[in-house]
């Protein structure tokens, strides 16, 4: 059956022309069409990893086979998308000093993350701005407007005041027009890049209506286009309902942070929407059980959404369980992965538009003082390392499929050809037995 159904998916394809599909088609960008990623007109799904310590440690040389290791045993594993910051807002080691002042020593650690990535086989999703204070975060831009004189009186005037904007923007600017001391490309010319991240975890809790963080995104979005047309954009939300659809908001933990899954991802210039999942964080007083039942509900209204309301890919873009936890056990973890994935490729093999989840986070061996309790060092954990090989190999099969029979129909079309052109040479005539 599950053959059937694939075949079935594949065949929805077809019928859908992706097969015509020639928009830059070849040149190794991340595109979508409808609910599904495309890379070079073939469907293409994301099994990755979040690893946001990836520009902090390569900004040290002595440092860089930590990243290079990490890359390097996620392909092993199959995984093939990581999502990581790329900023680093005043404070220690920063990539951004004030305003328009920029570490060039962090940004070659950058420079090498995109090259590693790319020598790998590794997509990237990048961050530009965190909604919390480590690595700056908004406190850190709003706190740089008011020694400027701004009169600022919350973290979220972030989202609404013209000369934190201007610094926002100008951060994007320099990010996008970076020229890669390693690759010898423009980070807004380079495929190794699949996507620009405006902030990791938006939340805009001074107004719970949404509309200052829908008219943040409605600017930045056409700012980042207005720089880059070459790649996808998301917001980098975690799926919380709001306003516009407020019987949804039911599926919401107690949490009211001003943004709204529906609308924020209506916005023309985000090309697909992301959510965010910690059930061990949002329901920590409750059991493991309750825990993975609002695990399925989440996920199934957002894909639904993603498919029916939106029209657009989806990606799970951060999930996992901490071995903090009280009676934690690999065995929890493997589970959550595994209701995790099997939602992700459900959607996959019937065509629709999840397209991949990214686990928090991917350390390599020898990196303790990064451990957070989320960390999954691949060679540490083998039954969850098994659980991720199995879900990339599962998601590689569907690309796989959809190659042979995109071939198998050019090879229909060239033979038809063929045997069209032998009849107007031979004038219709039938010629043998």
């Known amino acids: 059956m599950k053959h059937l159904a694939l075949a079935l998916f594949l065949s929805v394809l077809f019928n859908q022309h992706l097969l015509t599909f020639h928009v830059e088609a070849g040149d190794d960008f991340i595109r979508t069409r409808g609910v599904h990623f495309l890379l070079n007109g073939n469907p293409y799904y994301a099994n990755g990893f979040n690893a946001y310590w990836l520009m902090y440690v390569a900004s040290d040389p002595s440092q860089r086979p930590k990243v290079s290791a990490a890359f390097r045993e996620a392909a092993s594993h199959g995984l093939t998308v990581a999502r990581t910051w790329a900023f680093s807002d005043g404070g220690y080691r920063p990539l951004q000093y004030v305003p328009g002042s920029y570490n060039e020593q962090m940004f070659k650690g950058l420079d090498f993350v995109i090259a590693e990535a790319r020598r790998y086989g590794i997509k990237l999703i990048l961050s530009l701005a965190n909604n919390y204070d480590s690595f700056g975060g908004k406190k850190q831009y709003v706190n740089w407007a008011r020694s400027q004189a701004q009169y600022l009186t919350s973290d979220d005037d972030f989202f609404r005041n013209p000369v934190v904007n201007g610094f926002y923007k100008n951060h994007v600017k320099t990010v996008l027009n970076r020229y890669n001391s390693f690759t010898g490309m423009h980070y807004k010319d380079d495929p190794t890049i699949m996507a620009w991240e405006l902030m990791n975890e938006p939340r805009c809790t001074s107004d719970s209506s949404g509309r200052t963080i829908q008219a943040w995104i409605m600017e930045m979005a056409s700012h980042v286009k207005s720089i880059d047309r070459n790649h996808l954009l998301e917001a980098g939300l975690e799926g919380f309902y709001g306003q516009s659809t407020p019987r949804k908001k039911r599926l919401n933990p107690s949490l009211d942070i001003g943004t709204d899954f529906i609308a924020n991802n209506r916005i023309p210039g985000i090309d697909f929407a992301t959510v965010h999942s910690y059930p061990d964080q949002w329901l920590s007083s409750s059991n493991d059980q309750y825990q993975l039942s609002f695990l399925n509900n ?127 040479r031979n004038g219709g005539k039938h010629i043998g037995n």
């Not at 890919?313 to 934690?328: A, C, I, N, R």
């Not at 540490?380 to 099969?397: G, M, R, W």
Request: charged share 25%; glycine share 8%; proline share 3%.
């Open 298 to 424: 989440w996920l199934n209204a957002h894909i639904q959404d993603a498919q029916f309301i939106l029209r657009k890919p989806v990606l799970l873009t951060e999930f996992g369980k901490s071995w903090k936890d009280p009676g934690f056990n690999s065995y929890q973890r493997d589970q959550l992965f595994n209701t995790v994935y099997y939602k992700i490729y459900s959607s996959a093999k019937r065509g629709g538009p999840a397209a991949g989840g990214l686990f928090w986070q991917l350390l390599t061996e020898g990196m303790d003082s990064f451990r957070d309790g989320y960390e999954i060092v691949l060679s540490e954990s083998p039954s969850t390392a098994n659980v991720i090989t199995q879900q990339s190999h599962k998601l590689d099969q569907i690309c796989k499929n959809f190659t042979r029979m995109r071939n198998v129909e050019r090879w229909k079309r060239a033979r038809a050809m063929r045997r069209d052109q032998w009849h107007g």
